[in-house]
């Protein structure tokens, strides 16, 4: 059955960071695109930033521009979001998803999702 799983989120201070995984298994990473979401209290679940299947090309939004990187293994079924100078405006639950086609910020089109991942910037 295909599942993603999120780890590694947490409490950290503003200006720390944040290394986020995302695992999948039951299905073939290498043929999937694989993007961030994020969704704080009372807001839309938006996306962060997206890496083609082969990990060819990148794509951040303006708010992860900078800070974030993301990377893939397909070898290891693995996809890593590191997030640096975090602000208490990052505070979100991070979800990770794929997709068969390109990179796109609609999320609609991501057909596996995982359960997502706390991550809390506050001192």
């Known amino acids: 059955q295909p599942q993603l799983v999120e780890f590694g989120g947490g409490l950290v201070r503003p200006g720390g960071s944040l290394t986020l995984s995302c695992e999948a298994t039951?299905?073939?990473?290498?043929?999937?695109?694989i993007g961030w979401f994020r969704q704080a209290p009372g807001k839309e679940r938006e996306s962060v930033a997206c890496?083609?299947?082969?990990?060819?090309?990148?794509f951040y939004e303006r708010s992860a521009e900078g800070r974030f990187t993301i990377s893939r293994d397909n070898v290891k079924s693995l996809v890593t979001l590191v997030m640096n100078n975090l602000t208490p405006e990052d505070t979100a639950v991070y979800y990770c998803?794929?997709?068969?086609?390109?990179?796109?910020?609609?999320?609609?089109?991501?057909?596996?999702w995982g359960q997502g991942t706390q991550v809390t910037v506050s001192s």
């Open positions: 890496i083609s299947s082969s990990g060819g090309r990148t």
């Open positions: 039951g299905f073939t990473l290498e043929y999937y695109s």
């Open positions: 998803a794929a997709q068969e086609n390109y990179c796109s910020s609609y999320l609609s089109l991501y057909k596996y």
